[in-house]
């Protein structure tokens, strides 16, 4: 059985809300995200078709790009979709985001989207605070708890070093 179902069969027409949870291994999330996935969706009901909305949160432990230390990060997104009640075979949709249900069907199943939306809300580039130092080039520390004998300045590769002349300009 899904996690994350929300029963249509008996839905009247108009505005509706659930609020759902999931755990992030239950909904085939890796080991970064660690807080339970909330899920609010609200759904507008009419006779040709069912709107959703869904806003998602959730959070994790991810590694920092910079400094490779572990750092707390909020994981949030918001997607819509379209539920119309028929067959493919009537209407041949070129937006994705339009899915058709048999008008008898009693549940949808959004764990699947909620999962792909989680994932793609992780930021490609993480970062442990805004002014991470990162680790030094030379000697692998981190720069952000020690200081080493390499300083703040990196040096620079003897064969980039005709690309200055283009900073100075």
Not at 42 to 60: A, H, I, P, R
Not at 61 to 80: A, G, N, P, Q
Not at 118 to 145: F, W, Y
Request: some cysteine; proline content about 4%; aromatic content about 6%.
């Amino acid at each position: 059985m899904s996690g994350l179902r929300i029963n249509i069969s008996k839905l009247s027409e108009g505005v509706h809300s659930r609020s759902l949870e999931i755990e992030p291994a239950d909904l085939g999330l890796d080991e970064r995200f660690t807080e339970a996935v909330k899920v609010l969706a609200t759904l507008e009901k009419s006779t040709k078709q069912l709107y959703l909305t869904v806003e998602l949160s959730t959070g994790g432990t991810f590694m920092c790009d910079r400094c490779l230390d572990e750092c707390r990060r909020d994981v949030r997104s918001k997607y819509s979709m379209v539920y119309m009640f028929g067959s493919e075979s009537t209407l041949k949709p070129e937006n994705q985001e339009i899915a058709f249900i048999h008008p008898d069907t009693s549940f949808i199943e959004i764990d699947e989207d909620v999962r792909q939306y989680a994932v793609l809300a992780v930021p490609q580039k993480i970062l442990c605070r805004e002014d991470c130092k990162g680790l030094c080039p030379q000697c692998g520390i981190n720069r952000n708890s020690a200081i080493c004998s390499h300083g703040e300045k990196d040096e620079i590769d003897p064969r980039w070093q005709g690309l200055q002349k283009f900073l100075k300009n």
